[in-house]
């Protein structure tokens, strides 16, 4: 039992970190235009925050520098105050599915292959090498969702919704700016300790 739980928790996290969960079968939504791509960006955004949400259980298996434990600590509990956002939507108006996942057969695959790829860097790096590949997978996840309730917010015909999903985005993008901020300064860092010392 000693063995198989630090196994589960790190094939937890490891579709956590890479969004590895597949997408549910295609249910296209009724409703004109503007409400089928707001209930497909609902959907991804809300399938994407819930996974983000889990991403501070990597403590448990891995050890990463104060200021990027701290970032991940954040995106965690933005992730899971916007996936509650969302359910809320959809918990007071049934036109609102959050199961409204629609990908071709190649964009699935793809994801997967990718998810695939990244789990097994991510479950066999350390160090430095870890908190990079950490980093720009937060990066991709933040940018995505940020993207993601941009254009939902621009589908959504209620004001307070399509503000509410709006700030949803705009803390994406703020979290996605501090990433990209930590991955600039770490390979400063990096170039740096890298600079042979002079001769006197």
């Known amino acids: 039992m000693k063995i198989i739980l630090p196994l589960l928790t790190a094939l937890a996290i490891a579709c956590v970190l890479t969004g590895c969960q597949?997408?549910?079968a295609n249910s296209p939504?009724?409703?004109?235009?503007?409400?089928?791509t707001r209930n497909n960006c609902y959907s991804l955004l809300h399938q994407l925050l819930n996974d983000q949400k889990d991403v501070s259980i990597l403590r448990f298996i891995k050890r990463e520098q104060a200021g990027v434990k701290?970032?991940?600590?954040?995106?965690?509990?933005a992730s899971g105050a916007g996936a509650k956002v969302l359910e809320e939507f959809a918990r007071h108006d049934p036109s609102i599915n959050l199961d409204d996942i629609r990908l071709p057969a190649g964009e699935t695959a793809t994801r997967e292959a990718i998810a695939s790829t990244k789990k097994k860097a991510l479950l066999g790096q350390t160090g430095e090498k870890f908190e990079l590949s950490l980093l720009?997978?937060?990066?991709?996840?933040v940018n995505y969702a940020w993207h993601l309730a941009k254009v939902a917010s621009e589908n959504e015909s209620q004001p307070e919704?399509?503000?509410a999903?709006?700030?949803?985005?705009?803390?994406?993008?703020?979290?996605y700016q501090e990433v990209f901020a930590l991955l600039l300064s770490k390979r400063r860092s990096s170039a740096t300790s890298q600079v042979p010392?002079?001769?006197q």
């Open 165 to 175: 999903v709006a700030g949803v985005g705009e803390n994406m993008k703020n979290l």
């Open 161 to 163: 919704r399509a503000r």
């Open 70 to 77: 701290t970032l991940i600590n954040k995106i965690a509990a």
């Open 22 to 24: 597949s997408p549910k």
């Open 136 to 141: 720009l997978t937060q990066a991709e996840a």
């Open 197 to 199: 010392a002079q001769k």
């Open 29 to 36: 939504s009724g409703g004109g235009t503007a409400q089928s």
